[in-house]
């Protein structure tokens, strides 16, 4: 089972980054998926989750409005539109897949399969 992030990189503050992530291995249909990240000296935290079917969404409150999970099924496929970025949102994000049954999930504790990450860095 693998996840593969990708769309990270540097961007001005107020800027836009899309990142995407990709599974194999398995079928993540039946499973909520969700972004976390990690800035340097600080734990992993929860960002954002969309449930299996895409139907619900939930952000933590620092990216309430900015950012927006997707989900493509088909395609084994999850994305993170981040929109108004700023200083605070440089970290390396995770995408995470098998989430915790309940709902939201946002304990990083209970995500089963983790991608490798991939940097955002936010300018300022």
């Not at 493509?72 to 989430?99: I, P």
Request: glycine share 10%; proline share 3%; hydrophobic share 40%.
């Amino acid at each position: 089972v693998q996840l593969q992030a990708s769309g990270g990189g540097l961007v001005q503050a107020g800027g836009s980054l899309r990142l995407s992530c990709v599974g194999s291995g398995r079928s993540f249909s039946s499973d909520h998926m969700g972004w976390f990240r990690q800035a340097p000296g600080q734990e992993r935290e929860f960002v954002a989750a969309i449930n299996w079917s895409g139907a619900f969404a939930y952000y933590a409150d620092s990216v309430k409005g900015r950012f927006t999970i997707s989900r493509d099924n088909a395609k084994s496929k999850f994305s993170l539109r981040m929109n108004s970025l700023n200083a605070n949102d440089t970290a390396v994000y995770y995408c995470a897949a098998a989430l915790a049954n309940k709902w939201p999930p946002t304990n990083p504790a209970e995500v089963i399969y983790w991608g490798k990450g991939t940097q955002v860095t936010v300018s300022s």
